[in-house]
C-alpha cells in the first residue's frame, strides 16, 4: 500500500539496506522486550543517547549515516551516529526492522495506521511523539535551561496541524478517529474508522503519555531511569491499586489534565502554527480556542471507552434503532452475573461477548442491552453506545441510556474510581457532547422495573449522587 503523501514520514536520512518483510506484533509488551535487548547491547549510552538513537531509527532525525556488514541477521550490528559523534547506537538487523515497523509512523490510503501499538489495558498508542516526550524529560533533566513545559511539544505541535486541518475538512474533523486491530492477540493491522486527522486517537494518547512520563522524569530529576522500565511500570495491567495518582497509562486522561497549564499548552501550540503558517493574531487565537474545546470536548471530558472491536463484540443482528440526543435519563445497572468485578481488559472482555451472547441468544435481542458497561479494570465498555436504542429498561429505552457496573453490587460497592467514571466522567462527556440533556435524571433501575438492580449498596450510593432522584418523573 502507498501511504498518502499528506502523512508518510520522509526516510531519506536513513540508510535503508534492510528490504524485510517480517511481521512482527504489534504490542507494548513486544516494543518493551526489544527496548530491554537494545539496553543490554548498549550499555554504555545514556538513556538520552539511547533513545535519541532509537527515534533515529524512525527517521525522527537528520543527517544519519548507517553501515552494515556481514549478512546473520542475528549477530550482525547496525551502527549510527549522529551529525555530533556524540552517540553510536548498536542493534541488530531484526531489532531494527521492528523499531522501524512500529515508530515510523504514517497512515496508508486503506486507512491503516502504522507505527502504533496495542497496549495492555486495550488502548492504541503512537510510539513517535511517546518516545519524543520522553526524550523532552530526559532532556529537560540534563539541561535546566529548557523551556518549561517541553515535555508537551510534541502534542502541541501535532495539534496545531491538525487545528490548521480545518480550512480544508468538510464535516471539519480535527481529531481522531479511533480504529480496530485485525487481531487482539496477536495484533498487526490497525484500521481507522474514519478518515484520520493529524492527530489521530493514538497520536493524541502517544503525545499524552509521553508529556506525562517527560514530566515525571524531570520532576524526579533522574536522568539513569531505563526506559524499559518506566514504559513497563506505565502500562502495567495491575489493577490491585486503585490510586490514580500512580503513574499508569490507565490514567492518562486525568493525570494530563492534572499536569498540563492550559494557558502554556495554548501559548504552545500558537508557537507552531506561527512556524508553520504567518497568521493574523486574532484568527491565529480563534482557530486556536475552537480546536481546544473540541480537544477538550473528546479527551479531558470524556472518559476513554473501549470500541466494541477491541472487547470483540459480534455484529447486532440487525441495524439498531437510532436515538435522537440529547436524552434525559440515565439508568443504573449492576450485572449481577457476573458476580465479580473485572480487573483487566481480558477479563473484563470476556464479561462483555459473555453478556452479548446471553442478550442475543436466551433473551433474543438484536445486541447487547447496555448502552455502556463499566469494568473495574479503569475504562468504560462500549454497548449500543450514544447514537443507537438501547434494551436496557423495559419501557424507557428511547428516553435514557442503560449503564451497567460488571459485579454484584447488593452487599458491597465498586471501587470508588469505577463509580467516578460514571458519577463524573461520562455523565460530563453526555452533557458536554449533546447526548445528555443538561438536568438530566439518574434513576436506579429498580425505580422504574420491579428487580433489585443495581443492588443495596449501589443503589444507596447512587441516592447521594448529583443527578439522582427520589421519584421517577414519566410516573
Keep these: ?265 495554548q501559548k504552545m501550540i500558537a508557537d507552531a502554527l506561527q512556524i508553520r503558517r504567518r497568521r493574523e493574531n486574532a484568527a491565529l487565537e480563534s482557530l486556536i480556542e475552537e480546536g481546544m474545546r473540541e480537544f477538550a470536548l473528546r479527551y479531558m471530558d470524556c472518559p476513554t471507552i473501549i470500541p466494541r472491536c477491541v472487547w470483540g463484540a459480534a455484529p447486532p443482528r440487525v441495524p439498531l434503532p437510532s436515538l435522537s440526543p440529547p436524552l434525559q435519563f440515565l439508568y443504573i445497572h449492576h450485572t449481577s452475573t457476573p458476580s465479580k468485578p473485572c480487573l483487566n481488559l481480558q477479563m473484563c472482555s470476556q464479561n462483555m461477548r459473555e453478556m452479548q451472547q446471553f442478550h442475543q441468544n436466551d433473551r433474543g435481542w438484536y445486541d447487547i442491552g447496555y448502552s455502556f458497561v463499566i469494568g473495574s479494570d479503569g475504562y468504560v465498555y462500549e454497548g449500543r453506545g450514544w447514537m443507537s436504542q438501547g434494551a436496557h429498561t423495559r419501557g424507557r429505552n428511547r428516553v435514557g441510556y442503560g449503564v451497567a457496573f460488571i459485579g454484584d453490587y447488593t452487599s458491597q460497592l465498586p471501587s470508588r474510581y469505577t463509580m467516578e467514571l460514571v458519577r463524573h466522567h461520562l455523565v460530563k462527556c453526555g452533557v458536554s457532547n449533546g447526548f445528555l440533556q443538561n438536568n438530566l435524571t439518574m434513576l436506579g433501575h429498580r425505580q422504574v422495573v420491579n428487580t433489585s438492580c443495581p443492588g443495596d449498596s449501589l443503589y444507596s450510593e447512587i441516592k447521594t449522587w448529583k443527578h439522582y432522584k427520589d421519584t421517577d418523573p414519566l410516573k
Design 1 to 265: 500500500m502507498i501511504p498518502r503523501a499528506l502523512w508518510i514520514i520522509t526516510l531519506s536520512g536513513i540508510c535503508l539496506c534492510i528490504q524485510s518483510k517480517a511481521v512482527h506484533p504489534m504490542t507494548m509488551e513486544h516494543f518493551v522486550a526489544a527496548v530491554q535487548r537494545l539496553e543490554v547491547l548498549n550499555p554504555t549510552l545514556t538513556p538520552l543517547d539511547l533513545l535519541a538513537s532509537l527515534l533515529t531509527t524512525a527517521s525522527r532525525r537528520d543527517n544519519i549515516t548507517c553501515g552494515i556488514k556481514g549478512s546473520s541477521d542475528n549477530s550482525t550490528d547496525v551502527h549510527y551516529t549522529d551529525s555530533n559523534n556524540t552517540a553510536k547506537l548498536n542493534v541488530n538487523r531484526n531489532l531494527f526492522r521492528f523499531f522501524n515497523q512500529t515508530i515510523h509512523h504514517f497512515i496508508t490510503d486503506d486507512r491503516e495506521e502504522r507505527g502504533v501499538v496495542l497496549t495492555p489495558d486495550g488502548t492504541t498508542v503512537a510510539l513517535s511523539p511517546l518516545l519524543l516526550g520522553f526524550e523532552m524529560g530526559l532532556q529537560a533533566t540534563k539541561d535546566f535551561n529548557q523551556r518549561h513545559g517541553i515535555y508537551l511539544l510534541p502534542l502541541a505541535k501535532t495539534l496545531g496541524l491538525a487545528f490548521l486541518q480545518l480550512q480544508n475538512s468538510t464535516p471539519p474533523e480535527r481529531l481522531g478517529p479511533d480504529g480496530c486491530w485485525d487481531n487482539i492477540a496477536t495484533p498487526v493491522v490497525f484500521t481507522l474508522s474514519g478518515e484520520p486527522s493529524f492527530a489521530t486517537d493514538a497520536v493524541v494518547h502517544g503525545g499524552m503519555d509521553g508529556a506525562i512520563i517527560g514530566r515525571h522524569i524531570s520532576v524526579v530529576n533522574d536522568s539513569e531511569v531505563k526506559l524499559s522500565e518506566v514504559l513497563s511500570s506505565y502500562y502495567s495491567v495491575g489493577m490491585e491499586e486503585l490510586d490514580h495518582s500512580h503513574l499508569r497509562g490507565r490514567y492518562r486522561r486525568q493525570n494530563f489534565q492534572s499536569i498540563t497549564d492550559p494557558s502554556l499548552f
